[in-house]
């Protein structure tokens, strides 16, 4: 079946904020990602637009699906991909609708992203919590949205195994069992020659900005990584950084 | 002085490798790098292309510049700018010479990427040694170019500081005193259980590939991160993995 101009379209419309939330829907492309998401049990998937010989590879994963399946060539992937590199697939799924366990909150360990906006980088905050088993990702209302087509791509499928949710930072205060709030700062206490508690929430700010006053007075214990004033470096990438800290906190 | 229809085009030339080879010169846009490039001792500006209102606050910076000041208006810059969000300067400045000191890379910690392909990672990367005090960065011969708009752009100003240099992985070796050699793997020791030498060389693969297998085997110590077979995520990002390595080198 080939693809009408205004499939093309409405495909198109998904790479901007205000449509997917118009339809609900998301866009994921790749062979890799699009395999994970169509073995997925919890995704509806709304449609597949693939070369022909992807769609010959893998019929088994959609042969049961209830939805389109297109086959598109080269050029037409080209015409609705959002990627420099169109990757032989493109999927459009429901988006999830997250719901939050608050004793698994209370008891583990979770992240808070406040005003993360760079979409690369909270993708690659998503692969670290489900590298190091965090289910839950919260951010602020200013922090970046989840199905940004670059967020989805950079999590590599992570996403479909962490929650990432917003949640205002009182609110979600107001839901926790005074669980301890770390926050990544300049000058705080070298995390790895701190005692870190198994459960807790680790606060992580703004690229540019760091965390908002607001939120760093809640903050119990101000963290830093190799805290030093040898050298001109400035910050270290706000991923990097939510990375090593997790790593501090799993090698207690 | 307005700038040329042929000043124009040299400058967006440079975004692409052939032309900054071919005139040894490179590009890098922002206030704040602009700053840290204006004051480096060791810098050779060759141009700077900026708003009127930013000449008037910097003037300090290039009164005594032998070189060429071009005030231009926001769609001047936009034009010549590689940024998607042009931001008030940019400078031309000559391409760094690096000379090495084998002493310190024998005596201390560097980082060689093998084939590392992302300009952001690699400029992450550069911001992580930068952060850790790690002088030296090698690269093997097909890793991505240090001045690639989007590594400088990345690298925060780290890479005035950061040796990063090319060199085939046997070469070096045959300029290295014996010293242990750690590779980033999948199934290698927890980096952080292990005992750390305070010299060495920390080598991180392909973003896809990993070490390659003609390196791997000169590998004395194969580490990873917080090593499980807990949940599905299939690796961490290359730069994550190197700020983790080196924050464990650091705490050791």
Redesign the interface.
């Known amino acids: 079946m080939a693809i009408s101009k205004n499939q093309i379209k409405y495909v198109k419309s998904l790479q901007q904020k205000k449509f997917r939330q118009m339809y609900g829907n998301f866009v994921a492309e790749g062979d890799k990602l699009a395999k ?1 998401i169509l073995t997925h049990s919890k995704i509806k998937i709304e449609g597949v637009f693939a070369s022909s010989t992807w769609l010959g590879n893998n019929s088994i994963l959609f042969s049961n699906l209830a939805t389109d399946v297109f086959e598109v060539s080269e050029k037409e992937l080209g015409r609705i991909s959002g990627l420099k590199t169109p990757n032989q697939v493109l999927i459009i799924a429901k988006q999830l609708e997250h719901s939050i366990d608050w004793e698994i909150v209370n008891n583990g360990l979770s992240i808070y992203l406040d005003g993360i906006q760079n979409p ?1 980088n909270i993708g ?1 905050i998503i ?2 919590a ?4 965090i289910p839950y990702i919260f951010c602020s209302e200013n922090a970046g949205e989840l199905y940004n087509p670059k967020v989805i791509q ?1 999590s ?3 996403f ?2 962490v929650n990432y949710v917003s949640h205002e930072f009182e609110d979600l205060q107001n839901r926790l069992d005074n669980i301890p709030f770390y926050g990544a700062v300049m000058n705080g206490e ?1 995390v ?2 701190m005692k870190l508690s198994e459960n807790g929430l680790i606060v992580i700010g703004n690229e540019g900005q760091g965390i908002s006053s607001k939120i760093l007075e809640k903050i119990n214990n101000q963290v830093s ?2 805290p ?1 004033s ?8 706000a ?6 800290i997790c ?2 906190f ?2 207690q």
Chains 1, 2 share one sequence.
């Open positions: 994970e690369g690659t692969r670290i489900d590298w190091f088993g950079s590599m499928g992570a479909l195994r070298d790895f020659k990584i190799y030093h040898l050298n001109g470096s400035e910050s270290l990438n991923s990097v950084a939510t990375g090593i790593a501090a799993r090698n």
